[in-house]
């Protein structure tokens, strides 16, 4: 059975690969080029180690899609107040999404990636589960996975921890098997999303208030992409009780801040809501939810309020709750779905 294996050049999308030819698939590589150019560092790691496993490799260019679908949606969200998760947006757009179209026209019936997570078949079903690897588990990432992709999709690290990834690779004598991860968003690799955000824009996001709950003007902001929910160091305020950023009022143009103890919050509201099981959930219902990537989960119930939006009822208060941010909910390694915080 052939198979279309997305390749970035790392280690974990490489060892993936040596699992799916021991595991007798007929493994083709890919490596999608979403900025830069064609003939990266990425791409070169990922075609020498597809030559040195005997794998046809292929590039695919898909710069306009990842421009209009990810960088475009990245900056309208930072302009919108929120703080996305752009990853997020790329693996149901792209790495789930036209990399499955380029997959059924090469042949291949099975597409396959790197990332920590585990497809099981249940029934008639297709479930996600949480990866082995606790530090390395990605489901919270894949939420919007559909029935469709996970009919034909095989995670081959799922079951394995980093370390015995790095084993693998070393066993296989594959070149990239020390090589480090990148821990930045891949376009904005330096971690200067402002500077990509004013590059992108051509302008300088405007200044404006500082504001307390009440309204009482506390100083003045530098443009609002460059706070997020939660910070207190670098306001430039020059007062000693600490302030925290609670929002960022986009429309007018302000930031409200407040203390510590303002921060926590036991509700959520999120829409835009994907269903793994292909099919709404019976409401209200209890699950395990966490509101970023390295959130720990917490008990919460989970209320429909309208057409594809729920409100989420933490047991105990959350911090920092961000719009923008993807909220996950768990029964236990399963994942139920998720939504973007609003």
Not at 82 to 97: A, D, H, R, S, Y
Not at 214 to 233: A, E, L, N, S, W
Not at 290 to 305: D, F, P
Request: overall charge neutral.
């Amino acid at each position: 059975m052939k198979v279309l294996l997305g390749m970035s050049g790392g280690v974990d999308s490489s060892a993936a690969a040596v699992c799916l030819q021991r595991a007798g698939y007929e493994c083709i590589g890919a490596t999608m080029v979403m900025h830069g150019e064609c003939d990266s560092d990425g791409v070169s790691d990922a075609r020498a180690v597809a030559q040195a496993l005997g794998m046809d490799f292929h590039v695919l260019d898909v710069r306009e899609e990842f421009r209009r679908f990810v960088m475009e949606e990245f900056v309208s969200s930072y302009l919108r107040g929120e703080t996305p998760n752009p990853c997020i947006v790329c693996n149901k757009t792209l790495k789930f999404g036209l990399f499955a179209d380029k997959a059924t026209a090469l042949g291949a019936e099975k597409i396959a990636t790197g990332h920590y997570a585990v497809v099981e078949k249940c029934g008639d079903r297709y479930l996600l589960k949480k990866g082995k690897d606790p530090q390395k588990d990605q489901s919270y990432v894949l939420y919007n996975l559909t029935q469709k992709v996970l009919s034909r999709l095989i995670l081959p690290l799922g079951a394995m921890d980093k370390s015995e990834v790095r084993e693998l690779a070393l066993e296989a004598s594959l070149r990239n098997a020390g090589k480090k991860e990148s821990q930045d968003i891949c376009f904005v690799p330096d971690g200067d999303y402002v500077g990509f955000i004013e590059r992108y824009t051509s302008k300088i996001p405007p200044e404006g208030d500082f504001v307390l709950r009440d309204g009482k003007v506390m100083g003045r902001h530098k443009g609002i992409i460059r706070y997020t929910i939660g910070q207190h160091k670098k306001l430039g305020l020059g007062i000693h009780t600490p302030l925290y950023v609670l929002e960022k009022d986009a429309e007018n143009n302000r930031i409200i801040l407040g203390s510590n103890e303002e921060l926590f919050t036991r509700t959520v509201v999120a829409k835009d809501l994907n269903w793994i099981a292909d099919s709404t959930p019976s409401f209200p219902f209890r699950a395990a939810a966490k509101i970023r990537y390295r959130h720990t989960e917490q008990g919460a119930t989970v209320e429909l309020i309208a057409d594809d939006t729920v409100r989420v009822t933490f047991d105990e208060p959350q911090r920092a709750a961000t719009p923008g941010q993807a909220v996950v909910f768990y029964d236990g390694d399963i994942v139920i779905g998720g939504g973007t915080v609003v």
